[in-house]
């Protein structure tokens, strides 16, 4: 829970920066804080941050799954094109399920040695694989597109800015 009482009756400047996926949800009083009011120096400001364009969902993906050598170049082109709609959340998502993969391998071949090998004799994670993106991108659904009509109605209610 947030408190806001008191700060309309103060000479200090606040800046108050929050963030939310659910705007709808927020409580009536706290969305009447936030209404612009051009006759003080209280001019707040709601901005509608939009999904992910291919650009920045290209170097999402660079950021967090980046290749290891060029024999395993990860297809970012793929990944942009398949994850349409996706919020950067999901996008997160991906890659982790991604990036876990090589590890679950090894792990099945550990398990099926039936003995301890020592730390410095495990063999290395292998690399991910078009299949691991695969199978990542089939598990992990766009989440936000779900709520589009939600945010539009928000954005229309309170005139949020959309930022481009």
């Known amino acids: 829970a947030m408190q806001m009482d008191g700060l309309m009756r103060s000479d200090e400047l606040v800046?108050?920066?929050?963030?939310t996926n659910i705007p709808w949800d927020l409580d009536a009083a706290?969305?009447?804080r936030?209404?612009?009011r051009q006759d003080t120096l209280d001019i707040s400001e709601?901005?509608?941050v939009p999904l992910p364009d291919p650009e920045a969902r290209g170097a999402m993906f660079e950021e967090l799954l980046p290749s290891t050598s060029e024999e395993t170049e990860v297809p970012y082109d793929l990944l942009v094109e398949r994850t349409e709609g996706y919020s950067g959340s999901d996008i997160r998502l991906v890659c982790k399920e991604a990036a876990m993969q090589p590890l679950r391998r090894l792990m099945l071949v550990l398990e099926e040695k039936k003995e301890v090998i020592p730390e410095n004799e495990l063999p290395p994670v292998g690399p991910i694989r078009l299949e691991d993106i695969e199978l990542a991108l089939r598990n992990t659904r766009p989440s936000a597109?779900?709520?589009?009509?939600r945010y539009e109605k928000f954005n229309e209610d309170y005139g949020s800015h959309v930022l481009e």
Request: no cysteine; glycine share 0%.
């Open 145 to 149: 597109h779900l709520q589009a009509p």
């Open 46 to 48: 709601q901005i509608l």
């Open 34 to 36: 936030l209404e612009k």
């Open 15 to 19: 800046f108050v920066l929050a963030a």
């Open 30 to 32: 706290m969305l009447r």
